[in-house]
């Protein structure tokens, strides 16, 4: 049977307890919090047969982004000053926009299409999604790809 590489980003609310508590582990092992996998698992409350299945194929979505780019969409209001926020967040995540694409406006809404390149300097990349999603005035934010 060949290997599945399908790659699919998911929000954590929709990922299973136990990959969550394996990532945790992995962070314990990698922080040195935790000097041996019995230990890591024990501490995040997973059998160690868990965290070997499952180990190699879940991975924090920052983890794994740098020198990537990233193409997300978002719909927003249209108001003064709510483009501007969006980019400064990026800005304050170091994050290099690499395209940008604004819908004409319908019904006090817009679209926003983004490419950003993920720099060995650039922040984490979840909590700038995260924050942009949060901006008043936001109605949702979707990533589009990876490259």
Avoid: C, W
Avoid at 41 to 50: A, F, L, N
Avoid at 52 to 64: E, V
Avoid at 105 to 134: C, F, H, K, W, Y
């Amino acid at each position: 049977m060949a290997e599945d590489n399908q790659y699919y980003v998911v929000r954590s609310k929709a990922v299973p307890e136990v990959l969550l508590k394996v990532v945790e582990a992995k962070r314990l092992l990698d922080s040195k919090r935790a000097f041996s996998v019995q230990e890591a698992t024990e501490r995040v409350g997973i059998s160690r047969s868990s965290f070997y299945k499952y180990k190699d194929d879940i991975f924090p979505f920052h983890d794994n982004a740098k020198g990537r780019t990233i193409t997300f969409v978002l719909q927003m209001d249209d108001v003064p000053g709510l483009l501007s926020t969006v980019l400064k967040t990026i800005a304050e995540y170091n994050g290099n926009i690499l395209t940008i694409h604004q819908t004409v406006p319908l019904n006090g809404l817009a679209s926003l299409t983004l490419s950003i390149d993920v720099l060995e300097t650039t922040g984490d990349t979840s909590s700038m999604l995260e924050t942009i999603e949060r901006l008043e005035g936001i109605h949702y934010l979707k990533i589009l790809g990876r490259e």
